[in-house]
């Protein structure tokens, strides 16, 4: 009986592929073997069209790869498209990427809010800038992935993230 998979997948855009492909075409990411993807993932012909979602942010598929890392972490169901710069909310500035190719990353309105303060955590590592204070009460835990953290701690010692 062979090992090889049945088909590959893109982590990003869900398209499959066949075995002895690498690469996602679209996502220039590395394709995945079909029998990785956890079994409880969402159904997209069942979710939602981007057009019916929140559009949480507009970047570079690294970006969005880290956003969506983190709220599959959650168990957030969330879709990941190509998208231009005008797709994007209002305040974020996607045409800073340059050329680069753009996805978004869109949720259902109840999950936009907690969707988008794991964005702001995501931008601050990603950007090097400050990180947004953690909510009153939350302090002992990741933002990005629920960690338990020392009172102390200046980083996640699971995911990495800054915490200063």
Same mark, same amino acid.
Request: hydrophobic share 45%; proline share 9%; charged share 25%.
């Given at each position: #009986? &062979?090992? +090889?998979p049945?088909y590959k !997948?893109?982590?990003?855009?869900?398209?499959?592929? #066949?075995? @002895?492909?690498a690469?996602?075409? $679209?996502?220039?990411?590395?394709?995945?073997?079909? $029998?990785?993807?956890?079994?409880?993932e969402?159904?997209?012909?069942?979710?939602?069209?981007?057009?019916e979602?929140?559009c949480?942010?507009? =970047?570079?598929?690294?970006?969005?790869?880290?956003?969506?890392?983190? @709220?599959?972490?959650? /168990?957030?169901?969330?879709r990941?498209? *190509? *998208?231009?710069?005008?797709d994007?909310? $209002? /305040?974020?500035?996607?045409? &800073?990427?340059?050329? !680069?190719?753009?996805? /978004? %990353?869109?949720?259902?309105?109840?999950?936009?809010? *907690?969707?988008?303060?794991?964005?702001?955590?995501?931008?601050?590592?990603? @950007?090097?800038? +400050? =990180?947004?204070?953690?909510?009153?009460?939350?302090?002992d835990?990741?933002?990005?992935?629920?960690?338990? %953290?020392a009172? $102390?701690?200046?980083e996640?010692?699971?995911?990495?993230?800054?915490?200063?």
């Open positions: #009986m &062979s090992t +090889e049945r !997948v893109c982590p990003a855009c869900h398209a499959e592929y #066949m075995p @002895l492909v690469r996602c075409a $679209d996502c220039d990411v590395e394709l995945v073997s079909d $029998d990785t993807l956890p079994s409880d969402v159904d997209l012909d069942a979710f939602p069209p981007a057009a979602l929140d949480v942010r507009v =970047a570079p598929i690294p970006w969005i790869r880290a956003l969506s890392e983190a @709220l599959q972490h959650r /168990g957030v169901a969330h990941v498209e *190509a *998208a231009n710069a005008d994007a909310p $209002d /305040g974020q500035r996607p045409d &800073s990427f340059g050329d !680069v190719r753009l996805f /978004g %990353l869109y949720v259902q309105q109840a999950h936009a809010a *907690a969707a988008r303060e794991l964005d702001a955590c995501i931008a601050a590592q990603l @950007l090097q800038e +400050e =990180a947004p204070p953690l909510p009153e009460g939350e302090a835990a990741c933002p990005a992935c629920d960690s338990v %953290l009172a $102390d701690a200046t996640c010692p699971d995911c990495g993230l800054n915490l200063e």
